[in-house]
T-cell receptor, first 109, second 113 residues
Framework: GQNIDQPTEMTATEGAIVQINCTYQTSGFNGLFWYQQHAGEAPTFLSYNVLDGLEEKGRFSSFLSRSKGYSYLLLKELQMKDSASYLCAVRDSNYQLIWGAGTKLIIKP | EAQVTQNPRYLITVTGKKLTVTCSQNMNHEYMSWYRQDPGLGLRQIYYSMNVEVTDKGDVPEGYKVSRKEKRNFPLILESPSPNQTSLYFC????????????FGSGTRLTVV
């Protein structure tokens, strides 16, 4: 079966760095996405990885290792507005997105 | 502005009363999809459409219908809603390019009593 695992909840301090991990087992791989979702709102696109390595976009970076079925999202200089859920999704061989359940990130002052 | 528009945002209805949630996108995207999101379960796909007149079941299609008569519209129909369909629903669209992310509508919070 297809499976994406990410921690249910994480807590971090304002100004700090946090890493959210995602491991996946899917039938084929055509890219990995990270989305941010504030409570009750729609998910918004953060990053896309299809090749191994690190993609940096401002305070956010995303890493992919296809051989390990592993990705992480790195958030630097945390701000209170970063409190949200972070969703990992993998596009499989049928070009369908398989979604993780999301990681709720709580930022404390 | 490029967007996916869903209506209504909130809906309370009674068991068995047919309802339709509309979804429209203005980006000329081929791909459209409906999801429901429940606490602890993440996004689960209900139906998707690769193009006009082409629809396919997702992971949880029971109790739902869709149609894709025009490229921009992808309504979700609940013929006989039941309380277990109480959920937060999202419509999403995407282009068919090799690197595409989904654009989501604002969501519809449905309560069936």
């Amino acid at each position: 079966g297809q499976n994406i695992d990410q921690p249910t909840e994480m807590t971090a301090t304002e100004g700090a760095i946090v890493q959210i991990n995602c491991t996946y087992q899917t039938s084929g791989f055509n890219g990995l996405f990270w989305y941010q979702q504030h409570a009750g709102e729609a998910p918004t696109f953060l990053s896309y990885n299809v090749l191994d390595g690190l993609e940096e976009k401002g305070r956010f970076s995303s890493f992919l290792s296809r051989s390990k079925g592993y990705s992480y999202l790195l958030l630097k200089e945390l701000q209170m507005k970063d409190s949200a859920s972070y969703l990992c999704a993998v596009r499989d061989s049928n070009y369908q997105l398989i979604w993780g359940a999301g990681t709720k990130l709580i930022i404390k002052p | 502005e490029a967007q996916v528009t869903q209506n209504p945002r909130y809906l309370i209805t009674v068991t068995g009363k047919k309802l339709t949630v509309t979804c429209s996108q203005n980006m000329n995207h081929e791909y459209m999809s409906w999801y429901r999101q429940d606490p602890g379960l993440g996004l689960r796909q209900i139906y998707y459409s690769m193009n006009v007149e082409v629809t396919d079941k997702g992971d949880v299609p029971e109790g739902y219908k869709v149609s894709r008569k025009e490229k921009r519209n992808f309504p979700l129909i609940l013929e006989s809603p039941s309380p277990n369909q109480t959920s937060l629903y999202f419509c999403a669209s995407a282009s068919q390019g090799p690197h595409y992310g989904y654009t989501f509508g604002s969501g519809t919070r449905l309560t069936v009593v």
